[in-house]
T-cell receptor
Framework: EAEVAQSPRYKITEKSQAVAFWCDPI?????LYWYRQILGQGPELLVQ????????DSQLPKDRFSAERLKGVDSTLKIQPAELGDSAMYLCASSLVGTGYSGANVLTFGAGSRLTVL | AQSVTQPDIHITVSEGASLELRCNYS??????LFWYVQSPGQGLQLLLK??????LVQGIKGFEAEFKRSQSSFNLRKPSVHWSDAAEYFC???????????FGTGTRLQVTL
């Protein structure tokens, strides 16, 4: 069964350092999502890509977070500088549907990247 | 904007007992509804989904859920819980057309032997 790949699985960093997470969606999936899940809470969307274009980044803290999906395949989420409050699980998901598809949207999630900021 | 409420933060059931996890949603049109399960330190696995048609949907691992439009609910059920079902369960709502999912805060299920 196809999977969404994420790395690293775990990352410990000190505040003010830079950190990056990588995601490789299921082959052929047009839409890619980055969610942040703080311990004890549900996932919250940070950014959504349709191919290489950003569809929704309204909840992305743009002063320190950036995301790219240059060739419309894999994606990188960067935090610089990291803050204590960034400690969370960062989940990547992908879905097959693209612009113009009117049906329902099923997201497949990766195993996540757990970030601890000291 | 859509939203999801899971009123139970934590539920404990005995192995073999039945289970019902509650989910209420808010959305102006017909929603797409999902239940995901998350084991500790892992990503989310899709249990089942409702798009249209039969309001009782079957999922993996013996789970089912019923969509009730009049109550804006999509409760998850299982007739007999196994110890391996202990995990966190998330209800989510989507609006279709490559849209994001909005998740509830989750219900942590503990199973006693």
């Amino acid at each position: 069964e196809a999977e969404v790949a994420q790395s690293p699985r775990y990352k410990i960093t000190e505040k003010s350092q830079a950190v990056a997470f990588w995601c490789d969606p299921i082959s052929g999936h047009a839409t890619l999502y980055w969610y942040r899940q703080i311990l004890g809470q549900g996932p919250e969307l940070l950014v959504q890509f349709q191919d290489e274009s950003v569809v929704d980044d309204s909840q992305l803290p743009k002063d320190r977070f950036s995301a790219e999906r240059l060739k419309g395949v894999d994606s990188t989420l960067k935090i610089q500088p990291a803050e204590l409050g960034d400690s969370a699980m960062y989940l990547c998901a992908s879905s097959l549907v693209g612009t113009g598809y009117s049906g329902a949207n099923v997201l497949t999630f990766g195993a996540g990247s757990r970030l601890t900021v000291l | 904007a859509q939203s999801v409420t899971q009123p139970d933060i934590h539920i404990t059931v005995s192995e073999g007992a039945s289970l019902e996890l509650r989910c209420n949603y808010s959305y102006g049109a017909t929603p797409y509804l999902f239940w995901y399960v998350q084991s500790p330190g892992q990503g989310l696995q899709l249990l089942l989904k409702y798009f249209s048609g039969d309001t009782l949907v079957q999922g993996i691992k013996g789970f089912e859920a019923e969509f009730k439009r009049s109550q804006s609910s999509f409760n998850l059920r299982k007739p007999s819980v196994h110890w391996s079902d202990a995990a966190e369960y998330f209800c989510a709502v989507g609006a279709g057309t490559a849209s994001k999912l909005t998740f509830g805060t989750g219900t942590r299920l503990q199973v006693t032997l």
